[in-house]
């Protein structure tokens, strides 16, 4: 992956650049997050991560085993433990049993942010796929808003998979690429970054640096 950070999405709000320009930020929480593991590819897990907790955890909801591992480090049970993937070179940013928070990234960088996409239930196609629905008008009856024929009578005579229908609706892992970060507050594990990012108030996101820049934004 790359040097990544386990947060909380706040909401949104507006800020003004030093033009007078209004610029729309979603508020993340990031960290602190407590290093629980950091694995090698020369030890025995044979790949390079590292384990992140996040959030105050309850101990009544937890196994033994569990608590042994926050116990053995000496460090409070988190409510989230996520394995990120890193390089032998960014691992060293993550101490075993120490912490990492938003002082990781700095304003102006570009980072991808990764969240669960905010549910909408079962919904139609005209919703779900921007279909433009049917005529209002020419003997149209109680069709308006479906989507039309999904397969044909003759070869191959059935419904192809794919095909865009009704059905349920977010509530799915997205990644948005190349978001600027326009301020960090690390004293108080803050970031603002232009523009919204997936999921609803509250919902746990992975901020990372970015991994596609374009060759116009480098630099």
Request: net charge positive; with cysteine.
């Amino acid at each position: 992956m790359s040097i990544a950070i386990l947060g909380k999405k706040i909401g949104m709000t507006q800020i003004f650049d030093g033009d007078g320009n209004r610029v729309p930020v979603t508020v993340l929480e990031a960290g602190p997050c407590p290093v629980l593991k950091v694995k090698t590819a020369e030890g025995r897990d044979g790949y390079d991560a590292v384990v992140l907790g996040f959030g105050k955890g309850r101990k009544k909801s937890m196994t033994k085993p569990e608590l042994g591992v926050f116990a053995k480090l000496n460090i409070e049970p988190t409510a989230l433990v996520r394995e990120i993937r890193v390089n032998q070179d960014e691992a060293l940013l993550y101490p075993e049993g120490g912490s990492v928070d938003a002082s990781l990234f700095n304003a102006g960088e570009l980072v991808d942010v990764i969240g669960t996409s905010r549910g909408r239930g079962y919904q139609g196609v005209m919703k779900r796929h921007n279909f433009a629905g049917t005529p209002r008008s020419h003997g149209t009856h109680e069709s308006f808003r479906h989507g039309g024929s999904i397969g044909m009578a003759t070869y191959p005579g059935r419904v192809l998979p794919g095909t865009k229908m009704a059905g349920q609706m977010g509530n799915v892992r997205k990644t948005v690429l190349n978001q600027r970060v326009v301020a960090v507050f690390p004293d108080h594990n803050l970031i603002f970054i232009e523009g919204g990012v997936p999921g609803a108030m509250n919902s746990v996101v992975v901020i990372r640096k970015a991994t596609k820049v374009p060759k116009k934004r480098q630099g």
